[in-house]
C-alpha cells in the first residue's frame, strides 16, 4: 500500500528522502483513491468522534499512531482525534467524557471500556514561546497554547506521526512528509532534534520505541543527539517515566528496545540500576529470558503483569541485597524484607512503580525464599498462594538463567500435579528442605522459621 502510494504521490522527480527535515511546504491532500485507507479501517468509536464532532461545525480528524500503523498494515493499538474544538467544547458535545491532564489538557471520551482520546489543535513553538512554561534544561511545563492544523502537526514528535485522516472524506493531510517517510521506512524528527529532545526528553524514548515496534530506521539527525542528552531524562517526572517505560516493555518488542536502548545509553537514566543488572552475566541472561516471555506473550495476546516484569527487572538487584543482608547475619526473611524495601525506595524516587505492583513484587519475590523450603507442611502452604502461578514461572526463568538448579524447578512442576501419596514422598528431609531454625532474636514474628512470610516486613511499606 505504503508504495503504491508513494510512487503515485512522490515518484516524479523526487530523489531519495533528504536528512534534514525540510521546511514545512504546506499540506499534501492524498485521496483514498491514492492511499487505499478507506473509513471502514477506522474503529466506529474513533469515527463516531469524528462524525459528532463534525455535525457540531468542528473539524476533527484521527491523528498520530492509528493513521501511522494503519498506513503500516497494523492495527492500532489505541485512536487519537485531533479537533479545533477547545476541550470544554468536546467535553459539552460528549456525554461520557471529561477533561484530563495539566501539562497536555486533552479529552477522553469513553465507550464502555473504550477511550478515545481528543486533544485541541497545539500552537506552534514560535507563537506559544510566550505562554509555554519551561525549567532551566528547556523543558516544557505546560503546552496549552492552542492553534490551528499546520502549527498541530509541527508540534508533533516525527512526520509519520503527523499524518490526519478525515473519514468523512477518506483524506490524509500531510504537512510533515511523514508519508515519504513512512515509505522510506525512516523515523524522523519533526524540526531541530536537539531543541525538540531539550523540550521533552521522553521523545528519546519513544524514538526507540517506535523504530523497535515497528522496524524504522531512526534518521541520522534524529539518532545523532540521543546519547549525548540521555542524561536530560532525570529531570522527567516518575510518574511519567514509569508509564513510558511500562509502554516499552509491554510493546511486544522489549527485547529490541532495551538492546537499542543500551547501544544509545539511554539505559542509564531509566530504570535505576538496571544497567548495573545488564553488566552482570546472570543478571542479564535473566533480565532478557524476561522480556523475550513478556514478548511472545503480547504477539499470543495473552495478558502480561506488570507486577512479574518489573519484579524480573529488580531481581537480581534484589538478590544482592538479600545476601548482603544475609552476610551481616540478618536472618533470610527480614533480610528479604529489607533487601526488597531497599530496592523499591531507590526505583521510587526515579520511576514511580504503582503500589499495587509494588504489593505484587513483594508476593513474588518472598515466594522465592519459600520456593527453597521443601520439607514439612510449608511447599503445601505455598501452592495454596494466590501469586504461586507468577512466582512458579518467575523460578522457572531463574533456573533457565542458570541461576538455582534446574532441579528445583522440576521438583515444583512435579510437586504441583502430584498426588498426595505421592506428595508425601517428595518431601525433603526438615534439615534439608530448609535452612536450620535460627533462635529467635527482636522480631519474632519476621524470625527464620516463620513458615508463610508476610508481607508487612519489618520495614513496612512498598513502593
Ligand atoms: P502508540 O499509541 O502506538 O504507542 P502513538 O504515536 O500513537 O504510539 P501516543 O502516545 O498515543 O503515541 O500519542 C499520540 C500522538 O500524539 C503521537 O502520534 C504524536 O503525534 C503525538 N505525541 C505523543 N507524544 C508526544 C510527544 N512527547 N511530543 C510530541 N508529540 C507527541
Ligand atoms: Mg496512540
Not at 138 to 143: E, K, T, V, W
Not at 322 to 334: H, S
Amino acid at each position: 500500500m505504503i508504495r503504491k502510494l508513494f510512487d503515485k504521490v512522490f515518484s516524479r522527480g523526487r530523489k531519495a528522502a533528504p536528512d534534514r527535515h525540510p521546511v514545512v511546504p504546506g499540506p499534501s491532500t492524498i485521496p483514498v483513491g491514492q492511499h487505499g485507507v478507506t473509513r471502514d479501517r477506522i474503529s466506529n468509536n474513533a469515527r463516531r468522534v469524528t462524525d459528532t464532532l463534525q455535525s457540531h461545525g468542528y473539524k476533527a480528524y484521527v491523528v498520530g499512531g492509528a493513521v501511522r500503523d494503519i498506513m503500516l498494515d497494523r492495527t492500532p493499538k489505541d485512536y487519537d482525534v485531533a479537533t479545533d474544538a477547545t476541550p470544554e467544547q468536546v467535553n459539552a458535545v460528549f456525554r461520557r467524557s471529561r477533561i484530563i491532564g495539566r501539562r497536555f489538557r486533552l479529552v477522553h471520551v469513553m465507550f464502555g471500556m473504550d477511550t478515545i482520546e481528543v486533544s485541541t489543535f497545539r500552537a506552534s513553538q514560535v507563537s506559544a514561546d510566550h505562554h509555554q512554561h519551561k525549567d532551566e534544561h528547556g523543558r516544557l511545563l505546560r503546552d496549552n497554547v492552542f492553534g490551528d492544523q499546520a502549527e498541530d502537526a509541527v508540534r508533533r514528535d516525527f512526520t509519520v506521526n503527523a499524518l490526519y485522516y478525515d473519514p468523512s472524506t477518506e483524506e490524509v493531510i500531510d504537512y510533515c512528509g511523514g508519508v515519504r517517510d513512512l515509505e522510506h521506512r525512516t523515523l524522523r524528527m519533526i524540526g531541530d532534534p536537539v531543541e525538540r529532545y531539550r523540550e521533552d526528553p521522553v521523545r528519546m524514548l519513544r524514538a526507540v520505541r517506535l523504530a523497535a515496534k515497528l522496524g524504522l530506521n531512526i534518521e541520522r539527525h534524529t539518532e545523532a543527539p540521543i546519547r549525548e542528552l540521555a542524561p536530560l531524562m532525570q529531570n522527567v517526572p516518575a510518574s511519567r517515566l514509569f508509564e513510558e517505560m511500562l509502554k516499552l516493555l509491554l510493546s511486544g518488542h522489549a527485547v529490541a528496545c532495551v538492546e537499542r536502548l543500551r547501544s544509545q545509553g539511554l539505559h542509564h537514566g531509566l530504570l535505576p540500576m538496571l544497567d548495573v543488572i545488564l553488566e552482570q552475566p546472570l543478571g542479564e541472561r535473566f533480565v532478557m529470558l524476561a522480556l523475550a516471555r513478556t514478548d511472545e506473550r503480547i504477539l499470543e495476546d495473552k495478558g502480561v503483569s506488570p507486577g512479574f516484569l518489573f519484579a524480573a527487572l529488580l531481581w537480581h538487584e534484589v538478590l544482592a541485597a538479600w545476601n548482603a543482608a544475609k552476610d551481616r547475619g540478618v536472618p533470610p526473611v527480614p533480610a528479604m524484607h529489607e533487601a526488597m524495601d531497599q530496592v523499591l525506595s531507590v526505583q521510587a524516587e526515579k520511576i514511580s512503580i504503582p503500589r499495587r505492583f509494588g504489593v505484587d513484587m513483594k508476593e513474588i519475590w518472598l515466594l522465592q525464599w519459600r520456593f527453597e523450603q521443601r520439607s514439612g507442611k510449608r511447599p503445601y502452604r505455598v501452592l495454596e498462594s494466590p501469586k504461586f502461578r507468577a512466582g512458579y514461572d518467575f523460578l522457572l526463568l531463574r533456573c533457565e538463567s542458570g541461576e538455582v538448579d534446574a532441579e528445583v524447578g522440576d521438583w515444583w512442576t512435579r510437586f504441583q500435579d502430584a498426588s498426595d501419596g505421592d506428595r508425601e514422598t517428595m518431601l525433603l528431609p526438615p534439615d534439608k528442605g530448609a535452612p536450620k531454625k535460627r533462635r529467635r532474636r527482636r522480631r519474632p514474628a519476621d524470625a527464620a522459621g516463620g513458615d508463610a512470610p508476610s508481607l508487612n516486613g519489618p520495614e513496612g511499606g512498598d513502593a
